[in-house]
């Protein structure tokens, strides 16, 4: 792997320790996956933020290399962290969980590290451009990213992705080269899909199926970014899917065509079975929305719903810090709290405590939590459309 005079500088210590050992991780990546050289990146998206997830090792990790004087060197981005941030005693976070996260957040901001903790990066202020080269490590970011966006990035991990958060460099591997960017799967859906849930169940099926291959979509038309954000989401999580292409709609389709491909199909019966399969429970205990984070519309389209009406079950409509300030300017947040219902930031229902909060049977309308609450959470799982779960839990 070829590394530059200032690269070699970097390993040899000259940068500091905390420089030599991030820049040791990245080389250690590129030479497991033949990287040829490290790329400049343009922003980072860094993963491993809630406690639930890194425990102690993680917290002491943080600290130790922020107290070492670590400091990013291009935008970066935290993905959620375990708990609501300003309003965790409010929604019942236990006390024991918030010291350890605070912690963790602190260690990130002396990093430089914005404190946006969200899993939807592009819909708050770090937007990448087509072909532009990132670090991101939230599974479905970077499927929003590769697919939607066309920008470039490996799926990293926690540490990977803050090493390269640091040095602004990448190894140049992966989803980073044209020739892996090819699809190797052709999914025909002759379904109409009506709702985001049912393009979270499409996403489901297809990533048990794919694994980490990158699928070719047709017989899709006229998605909302909501959906194609639910799709590659439940893909991620139910496989490893990092990049997809919608023919006729994502930018790097028309490169491509699905012709001779393996081919699957996704109709009526295959939706209908999925819709069985992600369902669990039988009575919510809480209906938790956002996840990924909910869009400024999705929030809109939850205070419509509630506007006037009260809940009988809590609801959690999760998304990130800036949208829910929109959301309070609109009135959203006014609508929904009217109702009984909660707009909650920083955090999602997949790396919130929420068995310790008492939630066994969560209704949730993403694929992507459908397939992680049982394992994650210990939880049972009702899946299904927003429109239909709100209606399920309104006196």
Request: hydrophobic share 40%.
């Amino acid at each position: 792997m070829f590394l530059t005079k200032e690269e070699e500088r970097i390993l040899a210590g000259e940068h500091g320790e905390v420089a030599e050992r991030m820049l040791r991780l990245l080389v250690r990546l590129g030479e497991i996956y033949n990287a040829d050289k490290m790329i400049p990146i343009a922003s980072a998206q860094v993963a491993g933020v809630s406690y639930k997830s890194i425990g102690d090792p993680g917290l002491e990790f943080l600290e130790d290399i922020a107290g070492k004087g670590a400091k990013v060197s291009v935008l970066t981005f935290l993905n959620p962290a375990g708990m609501d941030i300003e309003s965790w005693k409010e929604l019942g976070f236990p006390e024991h969980f918030v010291g350890k996260q605070l912690r963790i957040i602190d260690a990130f901001r002396k990093m430089g590290i914005v404190i946006s903790a969200t899993c939807t990066p592009y819909l708050s202020g770090n937007l990448p451009r087509f072909k532009e080269h990132v670090a991101w490590s939230e599974s479905s970011a970077v499927s929003f990213a590769n697919s939607v966006i066309g920008a470039r990035t490996n799926r990293e991990g926690g540490p990977s992705a803050l090493a390269a958060a640091i040095l602004g460099r990448t190894p140049n591997y992966g989803f980073h080269l044209d020739e892996n960017r090819k699809p190797d799967m052709h999914v025909v859906v002759n379904v109409e899909l009506k709702t985001d849930a049912d393009f979270g169940a499409l996403g489901y099926f297809v990533g048990k199926i794919v694994k980490d291959r990158v699928p070719y979509f047709t017989g899709i038309t006229h998605p909302s970014v909501d959906a194609l954000k639910a799709l590659g989401a439940a893909m991620a999580a139910s496989g490893a899917v990092a990049l997809y292409h919608v023919d006729g709609l994502t930018p790097e389709a028309k490169n491509y065509s699905p012709e001779g491909l393996e081919k699957i199909s996704f109709g009526e019966k295959e939706l209908k079975e999925t819709y069985q399969n992600l369902n669990s429970g039988e009575e919510p205990d809480i209906v938790i929305l956002g996840c990924p984070h909910s869009s400024l519309n999705e929030i809109r389209t939850v205070a419509m719903l509630v506007e006037g009406k009260r809940l009988k079950k809590p609801l959690w409509v999760c998304t990130s810090r800036g949208v829910k300030e929109l959301a309070i300017r609109m009135g959203y947040d006014e609508k929904i709290r009217a109702a009984g219902g909660k707009i909650v930031a920083d955090t999602c229902t997949v790396v919130a405590p929420v068995e310790e909060m008492g939630f066994k049977t969560i209704a949730v309308n993403s694929g992507k939590a459908a397939n992680y609450l049982p394992g994650f959470c210990k939880a049972k799982v009702i899946f299904g459309d927003t429109e239909s779960l709100i209606r399920r839990v309104l006196e």
